[in-house]
C-alpha cells in the first residue's frame, strides 16, 4: 500500500511540469487570438466577449462553491486594487500588441517578477540582499534594451507595455495579501472587472463579426485563459514551484514561434538580448528566493 501511494505521488509530481508547459502553451495561443482579433475588433469588445466566455466557466464553479465565499472575501479594499491593476493589465497588453510584435509584448510581461522583487521591501515589507538588488538591476537592463534606447524610445506602445507589465507586477504583489481567498473567487473578481470596462468601452468602436472563425476565436479567447489558469495552478499543487515555476519563461518561447507564424514577425537583435537579461534575471530572483525559504526553515535568525 505505502509503495503504491509513493509510485502515485511521483506520477502527480511529474505530471506538473507537464501541466506548466501545456498551461503556458494556451496562453500563447491566447495572447496570439488577441494580436489577432484586436486588429479587426475594438479593444473593449474584444476584452467584453473574452470576459463573458470565461464567466461561462466560471459562474457555475463559483455557484457551486456557494456565494456568500464572494461576500466574505477578505480585504474588499485590496480585492479591489487588485481588480483595477488586473483590468489595467488586460487593456494595456491588447493595446500593446496592436503595434507591437507578441514576443517583445511577452518581453515586458516577463519583467513583472524583477518589479516585484524591487517593490518588495516597500510594499511587503520584505528584505532583499545584495544579490538580488544586483538581478534586480540587470532585468532593468534588460527592460531598457528591450525598449532600443533612442530619440523614439518612449513610443505610446512601449510605454502601455510597461505600464501594463507594471499594473500586473502589483497584480502579483496584491495576491500576497489575498492567500485566504480562493483562487476561484480572486478569478472571477479579476475577469467581472475586465468585463465591466469591456463593456463600458464597447461602444466605441465596436465592429459587426465578420466571419464564423473570428466568432469561434472570440468565444475561445476567454475559454482558452481559463484552462491555461487551471493548468498551471494544478501544476503549482501537485509540484514543488521550484520545479514548474521557471518553465513559465517557455512562454517567450511560443510568443516567438507564433509571431513568425502568424503574424511575420522576425525577433529583433535587442529584444532578443533583453530577454535573455530579464529571464536570467527572473530566474535568478526566483532560485534565491526558495534558497532563503529553505535556509530560513532550519536557521531563521540568521540575515540575508
Known sequence: MQASHTSRLKSLSAAGPALMLLGMLMFALNDAMGKW???????GQVVLLRSLAALVILVPIVWMAGLPALRAAERPWMQFARVACSTTEVFCFYFAVMYLPLADVMTYWLAAPIYV??????????????????AIAVGFVGVIITLEPSSAMFTMPAVISIIGSAAFAFMLISGRFLRGTPDSTLVFF?????GLAGLAFAPFGWS???????LGLLA????????????VNRALKISDAATVAPLQ?????????????????VPRLGMIVGAALIVASGLFIFIREQMLKKRDAVLPAIPE
Do not use: C, K, N
Not at 519563461?249 to 514577425?265: I, P, R
Open 249 to 265: 519563461y517557455t512562454l517567450l518561447l511560443w510568443a516567438v514561434v507564433f509571431g513568425w507564424m502568424f503574424f511575420g514577425d
Open 220 to 231: 475561445l479567447l476567454g475559454i482558452v485563459a481559463m484552462a491555461a489558469h487551471m493548468l
Open 117 to 134: 522583487a524591487a517593490a518588495s521591501p516597500l510594499l511587503l515589507g520584505e528584505r532583499v540582499g545584495w544579490r538580488r538588488w544586483t
Open 190 to 194: 479579476q475577469v467581472s472587472g475586465a
Open 208 to 214: 459587426p463579426i465578420q466571419s464564423g472563425l473570428d
Open 37 to 43: 482579433l484586436v486588429s479587426s475588433y475594438g479593444l
